[in-house]
């Protein structure tokens, strides 16, 4: 069997399912799982858009049970793995055994970039459970390169075989994602992988430099599919690859083909950069924050940047959701106060 020169994980089935306000049905997980395994797909990610344990009012609640889908998943594939994401805080070890049981064999661990000692139970507990085992340093801007390391290595002591580097806000610059990728090459003994976020059209050109300073995994969305402006497209990856003489073992015509007919209908609306995904980036804030911060901003009479850099300057992060409404409701306070003093 020949072994890809990069090997891909697609996320549309987790960080696409914020765009679609975690709606995924068992039928649409089954398709597009299916065209993926058929493709060569290696690696495919289903779950709540926050991971294990997601659904919930605060970070939106799911139309299926993730459980079932993950089941869907595992039931039609015939080579590619099925992986999960948590975020220890908001899955727990209980539903990493649920999601192992379901059928998924690769679990990755999620934690703020410096917060790494949060994942030690969950990464040993996953690798005790025979699953394959990603630490995923999320918010990857928010630290300098020496502190990214530190908390690579603790992460790497736990157990992981693979250490991301995740672009959540889609933040990073090409030169901040080539000293990155090289300083964790340079430090550790795991593969090192790269997540992008497209909020300012940059995930393409920072998967390629991270793929270019060494990095083995990275992750695609089919369409785009993801919070934000998406994530890295998987069929212009695997045809830039292709076309690098990069191996990736994913055939480029199908992927095509299901990105147009299977992934296509699923999506509300095109993922393009809009203004709201701009900012994302241009704030530096957690690209799931979208879509809470406008409904904010509908609701109190605001603009939805204000909030979105407001947040940024705070330096909000993942998990801190509530914290989206609270701006929200100062800066229409704030706002009501200037108009007073006016008049």
Do not use: W
């Not at 696409?16 to 398709?31: K, P």
């Not at 139309?63 to 727990?92: H, M, W, Y």
């Not at 000293?179 to 300012?200: D, I, M, P, T, Y």
């Not at 076309?243 to 480029?252: A, G, K, L």
């Amino acid at each position: 069997m020949k072994h890809p020169d990069v090997t891909i994980t697609e996320v549309a089935l987790r960080d696409g399912s914020h765009a679609i306000g975690h709606n995924y049905t068992v039928e649409q997980v089954e398709a597009v799982a299916k065209a993926l395994d058929n493709a060569g797909v290696p690696y495919i990610e289903v779950s709540h858009g926050d991971g294990l344990g997601g659904s919930s009012l605060q970070y939106g609640l799911s139309k299926t049970n993730e459980f079932d889908l993950i089941s869907a998943a595992v039931s039609v594939c015939t080579q590619a793995r099925i992986g999960v994401l948590l975020i220890p805080g908001i899955g727990t070890v209980a539903e990493l055994m649920l999601a192992e049981d379901a059928g998924a064999r690769l679990a990755r661990i999620a934690t703020h970039v410096t917060e790494a000692d949060v994942s030690k139970q969950h990464i040993q507990k996953a690798k005790e459970l025979g699953m394959e085992t990603v630490g995923f340093l999320m918010m990857a801007h928010m630290a300098p390169v020496e502190k990214l390391v530190q908390q690579a290595k603790l992460m790497e002591s736990y157990g992981a075989d693979t250490i991301y580097i995740v672009d959540s806000a889609g933040a990073l610059l090409p030169h901040e994602v080539r000293e990155r990728v090289r300083a964790l090459k340079q430090n550790l003994q795991s593969h090192v992988g790269f997540h992008a976020h497209n909020n300012l059209s940059l995930a393409m050109a920072n998967t390629l430099v991270a793929i270019e300073e060494g990095a083995t995994r990275v992750d695609g969305s089919v369409r785009c599919l993801g919070a934000g402006a998406g994530n890295t497209q998987t069929e212009v990856l695997v045809s830039i690859l292709d076309r690098m003489n990069i191996s990736t073992c994913i055939d480029p015509y199908k992927m095509m083909d299901l990105a147009e007919e299977i992934v296509a209908p699923i999506l509300e609306k095109p993922q393009e950069i809009t203004r709201g995904s701009l900012i994302l980036g241009y704030a530096g804030v957690y690209s799931s924050f979208l879509l809470h911060a406008q409904r904010a901003a509908d609701k109190f009479n605001v603009d939805s940047r204000d909030i979105l850099v407001e947040l940024g300057k705070r330096g909000v992060v993942g998990g801190q959701e509530d914290m989206i409404i609270d701006v929200a409701y100062e800066l229409s306070n704030r706002a009501t106060s200037v108009l007073k003093g006016v008049k």
